[in-house]
């Protein structure tokens, strides 16, 4: 009977976290195999950030991070850096930028941080193999043995990295669940995050006609809240705003968002009455926030006409449905659209230091598939590399009899 092919490290996903950690365990000396069921690599890389990849952010510390045990994620990222990434893009001379709020994105495109970590892995001689499916995954006394389309594998350590269920199109499977949940590891129930919200039909009615319309706002749901661009769709909200807000948000929960942060709009529509009492309540509000929002929103108060006629109740009603409009959305677009998976691999099952999985030596989980999920602005990605990087310094090697 033919030996199944052998590695030290064979690591299943060929995302930012896999190719990422496949550079780091072929430094360390180790013989690493990716897997990956995709026809070309890091597809969700060349995607991110409008085509520009946002490959970190300047201000990643934990606080950016949702998961049931929020100091799960600390160890991992103090071990490696945005500073330690950022040094690394440097060296292969990515020219780069921030945006905004500290969200770094490549000059040209996101296909130079896809062909650095392939540099990487080619430099550190850890192989590729793509259009491999998993059939099989079991537990040996030397390591682990894989059944693939395309033969017997076999190694030492197993990294599971193949992220969640986030925009299935680009191929995203729950293999990494069915692995967890085979080892007995717990999962956190997934979920879609920095994902749009829709609407229900009676308000996406009263709402027609205000898609593409875009304003500052804050938005809350329960203690979270943020405070960047808010973009009206033809489904329900999308912008900043509301994808940084979804991670937190619950099925049949209130968000509350104020449409003109910073005033005090009864105030202000009080003194516009006051200075011009002919001037339209429309007009007034428009000083505000966008004029196709201010219309639709006099028109959802039923407060229209010249300011000399509208009471202070009335003015007040309008306030309150722009500075504290309260919404429950029927829902969000789904995986479809969404950004990032939210749960995933329960952390109490890990070893915050190096990703392995505390009952199952050799096992180890990183990036997205881990319950551990980053605000928008490249602090998913910089979980990827500092996840990748702390399995990388802890993987086990052998040779399996």
């Given amino acids: 009977m033919t030996a199944p092919e052998h590695h030290d490290v064979i690591i299943l996903g060929a995302g930012g976290a896999g190719l990422f950690c496949a550079a780091q365990a072929g430094r360390r000396g180790r013989s690493v195999l990716v897997l990956d069921h995709a026809k070309v690599p890091a597809e ?3 995607i991110s950030g409008g085509g520009r990849c946002n490959f ?4 990643t510390s934990p606080k950016n991070f949702l998961s049931e045990n929020p100091r799960f994620c600390i160890s991992a990222l103090a071990s490696f850096t945005q500073h330690d990434f950022i040094a690394l893009v440097n060296r292969h001379n990515i020219a780069w930028h921030e945006k905004t709020l500290g969200q770094l994105f490549c000059d040209g495109s996101s296909q130079q941080i896809i062909d650095m970590l392939l540099a990487e892995c080619a430099a550190a001689g850890a192989k590729i193999r793509l259009e491999t499916k998993i059939a099989a995954v079991e537990k040996t006394e030397a390591g682990f043995r894989l059944q693939t389309d395309k033969g017997v594998l076999a190694c030492t350590s197993l990294v599971v990295a193949t992220g969640g269920l986030s925009i299935p199109k680009i191929g995203a499977t729950g293999i990494a669940y069915d692995i967890a949940r085979q080892f ?10 920095l994902v749009p919200f829709t609407f229900d039909a009676t308000l996406k009615a009263e709402l027609d006609g205000l898609a593409g319309v875009a304003v500052d706002a804050t938005v809350a749901c329960g203690p979270a809240r943020f405070a960047e661009a808010l973009l009206f769709t033809h489904k329900g909200l999308s912008g900043p705003a509301i994808l940084q807000i979804s991670s937190y948000w619950r099925p049949g929960q209130e ?6 942060p910073g005033t005090d709009l009864f105030a202000a529509l009080k003194q516009a009455r006051a200075e011009h009492p002919k001037q339209e309540v429309e007009t007034a509000l428009a000083r505000f926030i966008p004029k196709r929002l201010a219309d639709r929103l006099c028109e959802r108060a039923d ?3 010249r300011l000399a006629d509208i009471s202070d109740a009335r003015l007040r009603a309008l306030a309150a449905s722009t500075n504290t409009w309260r919404v429950v959305p029927a829902g969000t677009e789904g995986y479809r659209t969404a950004e990032v998976t939210a749960g995933g691999i329960d952390t109490g099952f890990l070893s915050s230091k190096t990703m392995e999985a505390k009952s199952v030596p050799g096992l180890y989980f990183i990036g997205e598939a881990v319950d551990v999920t980053g605000h928008l602005g490249g602090f998913n990605f910089q979980w990827a590399w500092s996840s990748g990087w702390a399995a990388a310094s802890a993987l086990r090697s052998g040779t399996v009899a």
């Fill in 44 to 46: 969700k890389i060349r």
């Fill in 303 to 305: 407060v229209t006409g």
């Fill in 56 to 59: 970190t952010n300047l201000h």
């Fill in 184 to 193: 007995g590891l717990g999962v956190v129930e997934p979920r879609a995050a």
């Fill in 255 to 260: 968000i509350q968002i104020d449409l003109a």
